[in-house]
């Protein structure tokens, strides 16, 4: 089966790396990525960009040009970037911007309402929160209303999780990722955000899984195929990320 790999990291050390919360990432380039893939089937993705990259487009420009192009990028901008800026990064395959509110390392949520309006409305990006599901109903009232949201990582938590489906109910996207990261019952989760939206999840590897308590696993793959009929399957691996980054 096709996989889109809606998530996963390129860590570059010929560009800025910055510690963050005490924690430095290993090396992960697009070799690394590709050669651990290699047996997947992956046809496509998005690069994120992590919390110790901070607003650095360059190593994201230079992962992209090695890629085929249907992987794209998802990055962190401050709120100060000009709209030529924007385009220029449109240009290079970028589709996405990133708020990491578990991590740091982009703009703050006081930013998202216009931010995430800005670049959707410029360059067609949706936009992406690293966020704590327990967290969503202070800004519940602001994600509803934007045009294009996802949420990482299944929302992280189980408190979290009935917020999470409210807004999944509203069209909101869910990252299918880092189950070795998350604090939940991964497959409630999964069959639940189903249940709601069959568009919402989309899966990705989160390699190299930096911080996680377990890293990822084909395992993982394996759980949503034993989860879901092939069709149902095919949406989470590859159809739903794939017209989410590309449609």
Known sequence: MKIFDAHFHIIDFN????????????SYVVEDYQNETTTYNIVGGAIVSG???????NYLIDALEKMAPTFCGVTQLPFSVTDDEIIDLQKKGVRALRFNVQRGGSEDLTKLDY??????????????????A??????APTIEALPA?????????EEGL???LQLVEKGV??????FGRVSLDVENALKSIYAVNPDALMFGTDLP???AKRPFAYSDIELIQQLFDPAAAEQILYKNALEWYFK
Do not use: C
């Open 15 to 26: 560009y800025p790396i910055t510690e963050n919360q005490g924690y430095v990432p290993p």
């Open 51 to 57: 919390s110790f990259q901070g607003f650095d487009q």
């Open 115 to 132: 931010f995430a309006r800005r670049v959707y409305d410029l360059a067609g990006w949706h936009s992406e929160l690293y966020i704590d």
């Open 134 to 139: 327990k967290e969503l109903p202070e800004i």
């Open 149 to 157: 949201i996802s949420i990482d990582h299944l929302g992280l938590s």
């Open 162 to 164: 009935p917020h999470l």
């Open 173 to 178: 996207r869910v990252k299918a990722t880092g």
């Open 209 to 211: 899984s930096t911080r």
